[in-house]
């Protein structure tokens, strides 16, 4: 038997204001893609791609999306991304564009780039924290999306040894 290819797309959908992701759900994105690869690649486009086109995953807390649509069309999609400038979500245009950070062959490869990618992104915050009370809040953050259960200890223990070097 013969399993379907297909290709998954993660999305960061970027807006100028945060509280905006909010009002986002699947349907307004799948419409934006919908009507963007209609524009760029004409009816051609729109027949050959949105077959098998579905959001299978959208978190509007941090703007991700995952976009799902077969391989034979993954250029297509991925070149009209750059023309979406807004998403119609509960009647407001929100103006945002959608970048593209990955590229998978599976769901699960995309949640694993997910994850490495959100935890570089926590990395990158902990120098900008301006009191020790953000600086344990983004300890956390990391430590809750980077540890499977129960090696917690182990790694509190490695950050005090990073603490008493640093000083």
């Not at 509280?19 to 934006?32: F, I, K, Y």
Request: net charge positive.
């Amino acid at each position: 038997m013969v399993r379907v290819k297909r290709r998954y797309l993660l999305c960061e959908v970027n807006v100028s204001k945060r509280s905006d992701l909010l009002q986002l759900d699947d349907r307004a994105v799948a419409a934006a893609v919908r009507a963007a690869v209609a524009l760029t690649h004409g009816d051609y486009g729109a027949a050959h791609c949105l077959v098998g086109f579905s959001v299978k995953y959208l978190n509007a807390h941090t703007g991700m999306v995952f976009l799902r649509f077969p391989k034979r069309c993954y250029k297509l999609l991925w070149s009209a991304l750059p023309f979406i400038t807004s998403i119609e979500a509960r009647g407001q245009k929100i103006p945002c564009f959608l970048n593209c950070v990955h590229v998978g062959g599976t769901i699960r490869t995309c949640q694993k780039f997910l994850i490495r990618y959100n935890t570089q992104q926590l990395h990158r915050m902990l120098p900008k924290c301006k009191d020790e009370e953000e600086k344990q809040q983004v300890r956390e953050a990391i430590l809750q999306c980077s540890l499977p259960g129960g090696k917690k200890e182990a790694f509190e223990d490695e950050l005090e040894s990073e603490e008493d070097e640093e000083k």
